[in-house]
């Protein structure tokens, strides 16, 4: 028998919706977001939207409108005015001159190829090598390392010692379970603020996310490791930490996240080629156990009846097809 989520959670709780401009949503995407719309409408809570545009060199154009038509044509709806994270620069300024006041950050130099040379960091963690600390205690300011070495400095959080009380981070989530994260050793210092200029994800989410209101964050389990770092940060900064839940992804036959190696499973390829939106969730709602068939339906008939609780945490598997009339993928290219 799988394991399932839990339904634990805050009454009338205020979630997000946060897609990034820098390509098509796909199947993958659909099914997060669907989940976290659902939670919180069953809930009888608000759901918010957020354009999350930071990745300036990865940020496509039209990729904003895209999205927001994509969702619109599943049949999900937010709550007020869209809010666009690079408009927001002020404020996470100003929370990136709070931590330096504490000496909670500090300017860094090193490139990506600097960190994965590190003879001091031989190991990987989740998502790649463990930063060394190379930079901890070496500029007095951001202009000392700049002059220094020609590079405009990033930003790095100082992580708690491996091991000590402060670093290691332990939260409820609602799909994952207990979790336990020594930053320090499993992520190490992580960076708050570009070289280039302009707030990390890690950071502009935490100050948003309050900002908001947001009380509930239903997103992919690829973000989990995320969350530790950005409870740090939370505490750091005075901000309340959301209910956080990571549901799994929809993976290909290869266990790897989708991709275009899986087919096109755009939600724009899929409009383009005749599929309905209440097929795409009566697919999805089937996929994750909220339904017994994959027979079509909007989102709003799964309001009244929804539970976490029925999710599974093992992924979705895309086989490219469709247990409906639409013939698999790989033959309408």
Same mark, same amino acid.
């Given at each position: 028998m799988s394991r399932r989520c839990d339904s634990v959670g805050s009454a009338a709780p205020t979630g997000r919706l946060a897609p990034s401009p820098t390509?098509?949503?796909h199947l993958g995407n659909a099914r997060s977001f669907l989940l976290a719309w659902l939670d919180a409408?069953?809930?009888?809570? #608000?759901?918010?939207? +957020?354009?999350?545009?930071?990745?300036?060199?990865?940020v496509k154009p039209g990729a904003e409108a895209a999205a927001l038509t994509d969702l +619109?044509?599943?049949?999900?709806?937010?709550?007020?005015? !869209?809010l666009v994270q690079s408009r927001r620069a002020a404020a996470h300024e100003e929370a990136?001159?709070?931590?330096?006041?504490?000496?909670?950050?500090?300017? @860094?130099? @090193?490139?990506? +190829?600097?960190?994965?040379?590190?003879? %001091? %960091?031989?190991?990987a963690g989740h998502e790649g090598p463990v930063y060394p600390g190379t930079c901890r205690g070496r500029w007095a300011s951001a202009d000392e390392a700049e002059a220094a070495t020609g590079r405009a400095p990033a930003w790095r959080f100082r992580v708690p010692e491996p091991g000590s009380a402060a670093g290691v981070v332990r939260f409820h989530d609602r799909c994952v379970g207990?979790?336990? !994260?020594?930053?320090?050793?499993?992520?190490?210092d992580f960076v708050v603020f570009? #070289?280039?200029?302009?707030?990390?994800?890690?950071?502009? !989410?935490?100050?948003?996310d309050a900002f908001q209101g947001v009380d509930s964050v239903l997103r992919g389990a690829d973000l989990l490791p995320s969350t530790a770092r950005q409870i740090l940060l939370q505490r750091a900064l005075g901000l309340p930490t959301p209910e956080y839940a990571h549901p799994p992804l929809v993976v290909g036959p290869d266990g790897r996240r989708l991709a275009k190696r899986h087919g096109d499973t755009s939600l724009r390829h899929l409009r383009e080629c005749g599929h309905t939106p209440e097929e795409v969730v009566g697919w999805l709602?089937?996929?994750?156990?909220? #339904?017994?068939?994959?027979?079509?339906?909007r989102p709003a008939d799964l309001v009244t009846e929804f539970e976490l609780a029925r999710v599974p945490r093992e992924p979705v598997v895309w086989h490219g097809n469709w247990p409906t009339r639409i013939r698999p993928l790989a033959e309408e290219e």
């Open positions: 390509g098509v949503l409408r069953h809930r009888g809570g #608000r759901i918010l939207m +957020r354009i999350e545009d930071l990745e300036t060199p990865r +619109r044509w599943l049949g999900l709806d937010w709550d007020g005015e !869209v990136l001159a709070r931590l330096a006041a504490r000496g909670l950050v500090y300017p @860094c130099t @090193c490139t990506r +190829r600097d960190v994965e040379h590190a003879a %001091a %960091a031989p190991h207990e979790v336990e !994260v020594d930053v320090g050793a499993e992520l190490g570009r #070289r280039a200029g302009g707030a990390a994800y890690q950071l502009a !989410v935490v100050v948003d709602a089937h996929a994750s156990g909220l #339904r017994p068939d994959p027979s079509p339906l």
